[in-house]
């Protein structure tokens, strides 16, 4: 059991830029969440994937995010012509689909939009 | 309408001694999953305790335990015998059902600060 890694840890990126992140989760786990979690603040559930079939996306997701997990194991995340209020931690996690489901948490992917 | 309501933003409590984290939810639904989560300042979310809406005893995880009332929706963590290592971010946490499957959602959060 690895757990939960996601790349990079820090992203620096222009206003206007297109932003990929990579998570993989546990690798018998075929639930992967992702998050967004600001200062002070609790994360944001953003989409939930089932193995590879994405079941649930926020509606307060922008159009500017999609994420993708082919073959039900990593999952990207991308955010295209990114703005400052997308500054924020993007946290991943994933579960097994059985018994409490509880998380288990990537350390995250800290952005900043400039 | 938030689901996961935590009142207090922060709290200190002295080292060794015993401290509530409260918390509130709302759902419809009878089968729900309640959860605390402890982030320290390293970032990493750590999964702490589990109650089930239809688990008749609270939740026990060594120093940790979930009061858990279901008439009033409220599902307290309760830290025993405080230590250094316990000051971090704590959040509640519950897991519903919606079509397609369980989703979990987070309150704001109680930020714990343990004195010396």
């Known amino acids: 059991d690895t757990g939960v890694s996601q790349d990079p840890r820090h992203k620096i990126t222009k206003r206007g830029q297109n932003v990929t992140f990579r998570c993989d989760p546990i690798?018998?786990?075929?639930?992967l969440y992702w998050y967004r979690q600001t200062l002070g603040q609790g994360p944001e559930f953003l989409t939930y994937f089932q193995n590879e079939a994405q079941l649930e996306k926020s509606r307060l997701l922008s159009d500017r995010f999609s994420a993708e997990r082919p073959k039900g194991s990593f999952s990207t995340l991308e955010i295209q012509r990114t703005e400052q209020g997308d500054s924020a931690m993007y946290l991943c996690a994933s579960s097994s689909g059985q018994g409490d489901e509880k998380l288990f948490f990537g350390s995250g992917t800290q952005l900043s939009v400039l | 309408a938030q689901k996961i309501t935590q009142t207090q933003p922060g709290m200190f409590v002295q080292e060794k001694e015993a401290v509530t984290l409260d918390c509130t939810y709302d759902?419809?639904?009878?089968?729900?999953?309640l959860f605390w989560y402890k982030q320290p300042s390293s970032g990493e979310m750590i999964f702490l305790i589990y109650?089930?809406?239809?688990?008749?005893q609270n939740a026990t995880e060594g120093r940790y335990s979930l009061n858990f009332q279901k008439a009033r929706k409220s599902a307290n963590l309760v830290i025993s015998a405080s230590q250094l290592g316990d000051s971090a971010m704590y959040f509640c946490a519950m897991r519903e059902p919606y079509t397609g499957g369980f989703k979990t959602i987070f309150g704001a959060g109680t930020r714990l600060f343990v004195k010396a």
């Open positions: 759902t419809s639904d009878p089968s729900y999953g």
């Open positions: 109650q089930g809406s239809y688990d008749q």
């Open positions: 690798s018998e786990h075929n639930r």
